[in-house]
């Protein structure tokens, strides 16, 4: 990298949406600006899983603004630069020395995905229990992600003393197909290079649409587990 490269033109997002689960709904939703309001998209849904990071969202109380960081590939071994919208930067370090700051500033861990849907990049985003079914579902399936679709096609209920929730549920789907795979390879590059062109400049906020989204303080619900860190402390 040379000094240089701090003065390049930003290349444009491939990412088209940002999905978060919507717990009582059953299904997951996105910010759209143009209706100025969250946008329902119902499952099932099948995508071809592109990549993953770690990042941290939340609510900042103290500037009344959303908290973002950029996304890192190894919470172990990079460093999360928490900031927020209106506060600037709050905490910076490894996510296990940093865990306890970020939680007290209204920030929580989330697991960044994204996924080749209808055509287009989309950035599947989970935290708490969905990310908890991410993960087991991950660590059983994940070598076959090269070769084969995933499916959310039901949604499971739980309950954690009076709070109830939901969690999508994952499946292995097909193998993918010729075509979708050349498309899903086409989505992967773009997508390469803007991950790459993010981190040559690292204070550009990872993704605009998280101040809109957070305008109506859109606080996660509940705590989170670490599943790149070690953490046991799942809260349901």
């Known amino acids: 990298?040379?000094?240089?490269?701090?003065?390049?033109?930003?290349?444009?997002?491939?990412?088209?949406?940002?999905?978060?689960?919507?717990?009582?709904?059953?299904?997951?939703?996105?910010?759209?600006?143009?209706?100025?309001?969250?946008?329902?998209?119902?499952?099932?849904?099948?995508?071809?899983?592109?990549?993953?990071?770690?990042?941290?969202?939340?609510?900042?109380?103290?500037?009344?603004?959303?908290?973002?960081?950029?996304?890192?590939?190894?919470?172990?071994?990079?460093?999360?630069?928490?900031?927020?919208?209106?506060?600037?930067?709050?905490?910076?370090?490894i996510y296990q020395d940093i865990k306890l700051r970020v939680q007290g500033a209204g920030g929580v861990f989330h697991t960044s995905i994204y996924v080749y849907l209808n055509g287009e990049v989309v950035n599947l985003s989970f935290k708490g229990a969905a990310l908890m079914g991410w993960s087991d579902f991950a660590k059983e399936n994940r070598k076959a992600?090269?070769?084969?679709?995933?499916?959310?096609?039901?949604?499971?209920?739980?309950?954690?003393?009076?709070?109830?929730?939901?969690?999508?549920?994952?499946?292995?789907g097909k193998p993918i197909g010729l075509t979708e795979n050349e498309k899903a390879e086409d989505a992967y590059s773009a997508l390469k290079s803007y991950l790459d062109a993010k981190k040559v400049q690292p204070e550009l906020p990872v993704e605009a649409i998280v101040a809109e989204n957070l305008a109506s303080k859109n606080i996660p619900d509940y705590p989170v587990l670490d599943t790149t860190s070690g953490d046991s402390d799942l809260p349901f």
């Open 1 to 93: 990298m040379s000094r240089a490269d701090n003065y390049k033109p930003m290349i444009e997002s491939p990412v088209k949406k940002y999905l978060s689960w919507s717990s009582n709904d059953k299904c997951f939703k996105y910010y759209d600006k143009e209706q100025a309001k969250d946008v329902l998209v119902n499952i099932p849904l099948t995508f071809v899983h592109l990549d993953e990071l770690a990042t941290i969202k939340g609510w900042d109380e103290k500037s009344e603004s959303g908290i973002y960081s950029n996304e890192v590939r190894s919470t172990r071994l990079e460093e999360l630069n928490v900031r927020s919208f209106k506060g600037g930067e709050l905490i910076k370090g």
């Open 145 to 172: 992600f090269g070769g084969n679709t995933i499916e959310i096609l039901t949604a499971a209920d739980g309950k954690k003393g009076a709070v109830k929730f939901s969690t999508p549920v994952f499946t292995l």
